[in-house]
């Protein structure tokens, strides 16, 4: 499959404004909500600052921090993997599937699952799991994937969702009553999770100390089916270890003001040890992980809480939408995340930002993204990842701006061609020219006024 | 004011240098009145930010040393752009000692956070009796924190506003995301040519909606990309650059 740039994706996207508006301004919606909440708290900012040295902290001491969790949790009855890639993490859960013969399964959120593809490699094995949390349900529904890690579906109307529930639910054409539309996705997966014999979730924060772990959720879907099921399987990036359960007084404050302007999420459920005759499994996936932590200019992007501020506040992926950036996280944490992941195939994303810092503003953790977009530039055009084109324009313009006289006379014959022949420029070859005028060539440099008039 | 007259480099990005004289014209002139002993270098050429942000750090040794060598013995350099400067305090690694670069990163000021902070001026004698929308640029807020930024709870304050409210006869109107990136984003106008223009077409719809006839900046490269939009759009807007209103019938 040929996966397209960023940038073709996006002017694909852009071709239908009102839609692009439209998911501009919904998107712009969250970002007010969350500036709305996280004003209401003066001490924001260091809460931002604590949950960033928690975090460096923590992964400076991840080792440690890891083996204390797997210790506590084994003595708490749970069952720990540890899955060095993707293909591990897939393995060790159909294992687990297949030894206890099991063929319904829910899945509520989880953006690690969805790294690793383990939908498609399941399926592949003729297992059928049904993701849970609403937007999910309807992507996948689409044969979609999430163009968003908070809100899943949120490049599709609810005409669109309309549409695809009443070709498989067989809702009635044309009612985008979302009341109706939700009423009866929730009836449908009511039935999913009381029959479900395994629920697999993701994890927010898992605690050393106790070596228990918190999943958030809006729609409690994440508990209906564990509760539900008699095998829980959880599973979590390295990266998702706090030292502490007293931190996420930190975390849980940051994060859902963070992701939609609500003072917590609705559900932040604590699995501590299984129930009984529940089996309870927890999957600790590195999948490059420990590759980006060894990374001294990007180590601090494995902060990340996913919470997806990044995304709301992104200017270019607002006007881009999640599937321009060809990866399960996309955004701006996205574009610093999936190089470490494949440098080659995601060596436009660091590019897709004009770098204008608004992401690592909003950014609970304090990540300095756009700095790192900054640096992944430099390592991508280091490992030769970048266009002949680019490669030679930019050579030429060093040479030109390193010595005066040349600078000067590029100059000088650029604003004459310019003036007398604009067609040279003014022409669809230049894409700056294909929507926006050209800037008017003076006859003198500023530096040539001013030895006239110093 | 301060009372000695210092000796202040001015530092004119290649592309104000070459399409906009008129702004560096303006910076020249308004800093000249304000009593600063005034040089431009006259072998600048641009500060290498179009390489270094487009992943070509490694091509900016030329541009650095050229730098460093026009700039160097200076009280202060002081730009009519944020985003150069802030490339300068970011990125300069090149051209001069240790001692010598980390003077010159940290003598180097963007225009309004130079007249406020350091000749700390607190009238003009300018006018400007016209409706004018205010864009703020990225690498001025958020990289020189010449303004509040809306993302931080943090007391509101902007040295640009600071400014224009000195000006007679100035009605200043701000668009309703105050603090959004315009597109333009050095080589991303042309590489991500499509969000890049939807950007800046955004931005400008904003100020359009508060009859603005002016939109003005402190970065030329923002103006220049509104410019063009504009224009193609055969608007009556015009972009002006903060120095040239500052600076008109002083």
Known sequence: MIVKQHADAAQEFIKDEARTDWHDETLWFVRNKRDKAVNTLPEWEILREWASHIKDHTLSN??????????????????????????????????????????????????????????????????????????????????????????????????????????????????????????????????????????????????AESGGFVVCTNEGNADMGVHSANIHIACMGIEKIIPKAEHLGVFLRLLTRSATGQPITTFSSHFNKPRSGQQMHLVIVDNGRSRQLGRPDFRNSLKCIRCAACFNTCPVYRRSGGHSYHSTVAGPIGSILNPNLDMKANSDLPFASTLCGSCSNVCPVKIDIHDQLWKWRQEIVANGYVGNGKKVGMHGMAWVLTNPKIYRTVGRIGRWVMRTFPFILNNKLNPWYKQREMPQAPQKSFRDWYKENQ | MPDRIMKVGLFIPCYIDQFYPDVAKATYQLLKKLGCELTYP?????????????????????????????????????????????????????????????????????????????????????????????????????????????????????????????????????????????????????????????????????????????????????????????????????????????????
């Open chain 1, 62 to 207: 991840l080792d440690h921090y890891l083996k204390s969790f797997e210790e506590k949790a084994v003595e708490n009855g749970i069952h720990v993997h540890w899955a060095a890639t993707a293909e591990d993490h897939n393995r060790i859960i159909h294992k687990i599937i297949a030894d206890n013969k099991i063929d319904k399964i829910v899945k509520s959120k989880s953006m690690l699952t969805e790294e690793c593809h383990l939908n498609d490699y399941l399926q592949n094995k003729g297992i059928q799991i049904l993701d849970s949390d609403l937007g999910e349900y309807i992507v996948q529904l689409r044969k979609e994937t999430p163009s968003h890690i908070v809100l899943p579906a949120i490049h599709l109307k609810r005409q669109d969702v309309s549409e695809t529930f009443h070709e498989h639910l067989n809702t009635e054409k044309g009612n985008y009553d979302p009341q109706y539309l939700a009423g009866t996705a929730r009836h449908y997966l009511r039935d999913r999770f009381i029959e479900a014999e395994l629920a697999i979730t993701g994890v927010n924060f898992a605690i």
């Open chain 2, 42 to 250: 006259i072998n600048q050429t641009c500060c290498g930010q179009p390489m270094a942000n487009s992943g070509f750090s490694n091509l900016t040794k030329g541009c650095d040393v050229n730098f460093v060598k026009n700039f160097k013995g200076f009280d202060y350099i002081v730009c009519p752009s944020g985003s150069c400067v802030l490339h300068i305090k970011e990125h300069l690694k090149d051209g001069g000692t240790p001692a010598e670069l980390e003077k010159i990163r940290q003598s180097v000021f963007e225009l309004s956070e130079f007249l406020v902070d350091i000749l700390k001026i607190d009238q003009l004698n300018a006018s400007f009796p016209h409706k004018v929308g205010m864009h703020i640029s990225c690498h001025g807020q958020r990289g020189l924190h010449l303004s509040s930024m809306s993302e931080r709870v943090s007391p509101a304050f902007s040295k640009t506003e600071h400014l224009l409210s000195m000006v007679k006869g100035l009605e200043l109107l701000k668009p309703e995301r105050l603090d959004e990136c315009c597109g333009f984003g050095g080589t991303f106008c042309v590489f991500e040519e499509a969000v890049s223009v939807k950007m800046g077409e955004d931005r400008i719809k904003e100020h359009l909606v508060n009859g603005v006839e002016f939109i003005c900046g402190g970065d030329t490269s923002c103006l220049m990309h509104f410019e063009g939009i504009l224009k193609r759009q055969g608007s009556k807007v015009k972009t002006i650059h903060l120095a040239e209103i500052l600076n008109s019938a002083l």
